[in-house]
T-cell receptor, first 113, second 115 residues
Framework: AQSVAQPEDQVNVAEGNPLTVKCTYS??????LFWYVQYPNRGLQFLLK??????LVKGSYGFEAEFNKSQTSFHLKKPSALVSDSALYFC???????????FGKGNQVVVIP | DAGVTQSPTHLIKTRGQQVTLRCSPI?????VSWYQQVLGQGPQFIFQ???????GRGNFPDRFSARQFPNYSSELNVNALLLGDSALYLC??????????????FGPGTRLTVT
């Protein structure tokens, strides 16, 4: 079975400071990893994905994520957080041949002005 | 281009009733997946459909069913509603069904409240 853990419920960061949202995964086989963001009363918006290749993946709105196979992690990062980045962030995983996403419980990010 | 659309936006039903939720995928996308998001949790996979055929089913009771139409739109039906069915129901579309590398694009969801 595939699963994702997002250990922190909420991440607070000051505007302009670096933002990191943590994610670890558990799969049998090679993982395909995704980050989505959800604003209040909205659906999920795709940010970025890791399939293969470079461990550092760049995505939308200045976000990037680093894949670490030995630590089974896929942490989301942004060098300088904006107040508008305040939202709910979900990490998700798929495995080869299976198109169903397995999501973590989500992390609420609060960027303080 | 229009994204994934879902209707209705909100819905209030009584226990025991039945509900139908609708989804239109992005133009050109042939696969639709349904997810249930209970407050405070991540979305849980319910169904995937591709070319009108069920390609996957999550751990949900038989009260949940779905179908896909020739135009690739989809309906999710839930019978004999329980209070625990209250959730945001998300529809996601993708080009194909079998590529795990492909991202899914989500609609705004239907908020179902069961009283």
């Amino acid at each position: 079975a595939q699963s994702v853990a997002q250990p922190e419920d909420q991440v607070n960061v000051a505007e302009g400071n670096p933002l990191t949202v943590k994610c670890t995964y558990s799969v049998s086989g090679n993982p395909y990893l995704f980050w989505y963001v959800q604003y209040p009363n909205r659906g999920l918006q795709f940010l970025l994905k890791y399939i293969t290749g470079d461990n550092l993946v760049k995505g939308s709105y200045g976000f990037e994520a680093e894949f670490n196979k030995s630590q089974t992690s896929f942490h989301l990062k942004k060098p300088s957080a904006l107040v508008s980045d305040s939202a709910l962030y979900f990490c998700a995983v798929k495995v080869y041949g299976n198109n169903r996403l397995a999501f973590g419980k989500g992390n609420q990010v609060v960027v303080i002005p | 281009d229009a994204g994934v659309t879902q209707s209705p936006t909100h819905l209030i039903k009584t226990r025991g009733q039945q509900v139908t939720l609708r989804c239109s995928p992005i133009s050109g996308h042939k696969s639709v997946s349904w997810y249930q998001q209970v407050l405070g949790q991540g979305p849980q996979f319910i169904f995937q459909y591709y070319e009108k055929e069920e390609r996957g089913r999550g751990n949900f009771p038989d009260r949940f069913s779905a179908r896909q139409f020739p135009n690739y739109s989809s309906e999710l039906n839930v019978n004999a509603l329980l209070l625990g069915d209250s959730a945001l129901y998300l529809c996601a579309s993708s080009l194909e069904a079998g590529s795990a590398a492909e991202e899914q694009y989500f609609g705004p969801g239907t908020r179902l409240t069961v009283t």
